[in-house]
């Protein structure tokens, strides 16, 4: 069963807007990360938050976390063509050492 | 740093074949993940490994599935005989795992279409 969701499942935006995914999970976490897959190919980690973080930072992406509500999102600033992919959240739920993977958000950025 | 390998890359077989997906990890991994990757059940988690022992499988659809890590460096998944229904992309990824699961490196995956 899936642990992550993400909302939406599909994004169509400009060029140079900001996007901003939603995940939210039903148990408590030791951390959750953000992956991006590009059509056709393996998913790439972009970033990891530990339930004792709220936010964090890695050049364009913005990571939130909120364990009171079970939720993360991932804000992509000055969205560029290249942004285009599939984005996951992945969990790892307390005493398990494995990621669960929710269904994705596909972002388009429209040029 | 070559990252995570499998092989083949794509696979096309008749419905009852054989069907052995291999993966080579990062160097100095512990943690080795096969995962199946399909539109209607999105990433699905197989099986995985610490340090070449299988620690949790319950994500094998059946006895068909079977997965091996005979050392550090090498995994198969096997499929036998292999359905129509398990046409799919199979990712194999590996992390060093600490007290957690630490990021994951995954391969480029097999795409397997079982006619």
């Known amino acids: 069963s899936q642990q992550g969701e993400e909302d939406p499942q599909a994004l169509s935006i400009q060029e140079g807007e900001n996007a901003t995914m939603n995940c939210s999970y039903k148990t408590s976490i030791n951390n959750l990360q953000w992956y991006r897959q590009n059509s056709g190919r393996g998913l790439v980690h972009l970033i990891l938050?530990?339930?004792?973080?709220r936010e964090k930072h890695s050049g364009r992406l913005r990571v939130t976390l909120d364990t009171s509500k079970k939720s993360s999102s991932l804000l992509i600033t000055a969205s560029r063509a290249a942004d285009t992919a599939s984005y996951f959240c992945a969990t790892e739920s307390q005493g398990a050492q494995k990621l669960v993977f929710g269904q994705g958000t596909r972002l388009t950025i429209n040029p | 740093d070559a990252g995570v390998i499998q092989s083949p890359r794509h696979e096309v077989t008749e419905m009852g074949q054989e069907v052995t997906l291999r993966c080579k990890p990062i160097?100095?991994?512990?943690?080795l993940f096969w995962y199946r990757q399909t539109m209607m059940r999105g990433l699905e988690l197989l099986i995985y490994f610490n340090n070449n022992v299988p620690i949790d499988d319950s994500g094998m659809p059946e006895d068909r599935f079977s997965a091996k890590m005979p050392n550090a460096s090498f995994s198969t998944l096997k499929i036998q005989p292999s359905e129509p229904r398990d046409s799919a992309v199979y990712f194999c990824?590996?992390?060093?795992?600490?007290?957690?699961?630490?990021?994951?490196?995954f391969g480029p995956g097999t795409r397997l279409t079982v006619l």
């Open positions: 938050i530990r339930s004792n973080e």
């Open positions: 160097s100095g991994h512990n943690s």
């Open positions: 990824a590996s992390s060093f795992a600490g007290r957690s699961t630490d990021t994951q490196y």
